[in-house]
């Protein structure tokens, strides 16, 4: 029997603890799970990201790694909600990737730049094409790209639902605690509690812990959200930008996230004034509806990143660490859950008494 302590509550954090809940507790004892916030706290980049999972859009940038387990993660993330009982969080209706006339030649380069597809993967769409999939982005653009296996989540709701399940479950919720981690020894509020094993969640909050010599750095992003109920668009858009891609994901009841600025900061100062031009105006230049939008929430948050870009789990003596999810967080979760369910049934658990409903993926080469 395993008693195990999770640090940090957020995306990876919680889905992990409510999928060792799964587990009987004669394999998984114990599962206690720290948050410095709490679970309901709008802090999480979780929370506040526009939570696509579109590894061909992102091949662009990304390296064929993290396209790889991106891919892997379209089939991976129904499986895990169905598996939690995470229910109507999961959209896949793919993405469209546009460009304003004199922004043509961005978009040529976009997809010049796309790795390696199967056929089908993108799809160059004509006006009547575009018309038939958003019929409201017809009067603004005569062309564009369609990726038709690309998803996104309902993180909202994924997070208050997610948390309604963690304070209903055999889950120890200790919130609003700084938490201290040396080997497989916890301390918080003044008390001390060793586990067997410690999984550290916490992205930058494990700065100052982190294995291995890691070079955890913070690189910042801005979002608005807004309400839009003249607005009805289903699937993701991407908006070519002579700067940077722009995108825009719907929500539930007629909400959208805006978003694309990427800064190398460690500054959490609010959303700066000429991003939040520079989003809204494309917003409106994508639909006119975004004029009558109700702006929610205007959120700034930054994503844990290390030198290279790419996820590590780590493990040292009693602890794991996964961490350096950078803006991958949605693109890369169910396959680093997997990951870890894979270590623990080989490192301290046996591989025959652990329940693992999701598919069976090579490990990640650990250091």
Not at 105 to 120: A, C, D
Not at 156 to 185: F, G, H, P
Not at 200 to 210: F, H, L, P, S, Y
Not at 319 to 326: A, D, E, R
């Amino acid at each position: 029997m395993a008693n195990i302590a999770i640090v940090g509550a957020g995306l990876v954090g919680r889905l992990l603890a409510l999928l060792l809940a799964k587990q009987p507790s004669s394999v998984v004892e114990r599962i206690s799970l720290f948050e410095q916030h709490t679970l309901s706290s709008d802090k999480s980049i979780g929370r506040i990201a526009a939570a696509m999972v579109a590894p061909i859009a992102e091949s662009v940038s990304a390296s064929e790694h993290i396209v790889s387990m991106g891919q892997q993660s379209l089939t991976l993330w129904p499986q895990l909600l169905s598996f939690l009982e995470l229910n109507n969080l999961w959209w896949q209706q793919g993405s469209i990737v546009v460009a304003h006339p004199q922004d043509k030649t961005t978009l040529q380069h976009f997809v010049q730049r796309l790795k390696q597809q199967e056929k089908g993967d993108v799809n160059a769409i004509s006006a009547v094409q575009l018309a038939q999939l958003a019929p409201e982005l017809a009067s603004k653009f005569q062309e564009g790209l369609h990726l038709p296996l690309e998803g996104h989540i309902n993180n909202e709701q994924l997070y208050i639902d997610s948390a309604k399940q963690i304070k209903d479950s055999r889950i120890q919720l200790v919130e609003q605690c700084t938490v201290n981690i040396n080997d497989n020894t916890i301390y918080c509020s003044g008390e001390t509690t060793d586990y067997d094993w410690v999984i550290d969640c916490r992205g930058m909050g494990a700065k100052e812990q982190m294995l291995a010599n890691s070079q955890l750095r913070g690189v910042r992003g801005e979002v608005i959200r807004v309400r839009a109920p003249q607005v009805n668009l289903l699937q993701p858009v991407r908006i070519m930008h002579p700067r940077y891609p722009l995108y825009i994901v719907p929500k539930a009841d007629h909400q959208y996230v805006i978003g694309a600025t990427e800064i190398e900061s460690d500054n959490e100062d609010g959303v700066t004034v000429r991003s939040a031009l520079e989003l809204l105006s494309a917003a409106y230049s994508v639909h006119t509806g975004f004029a009558e939008a109700e702006i929610i929430a205007v959120q700034t948050g930054l994503r844990p990143t290390l030198l290279d870009n790419e996820p590590l789990i780590s493990v040292q003596n009693k602890v794991i660490q996964v961490n350096g999810l950078y803006r991958h967080g949605y693109l890369l979760a169910p396959y680093v859950l997997e990951q870890l369910l894979l270590l623990m049934s080989s490192h301290f658990i046996p591989k025959s008494r652990l329940t693992n409903n999701l598919s069976k993926i090579l490990l990640i080469s650990l250091p």
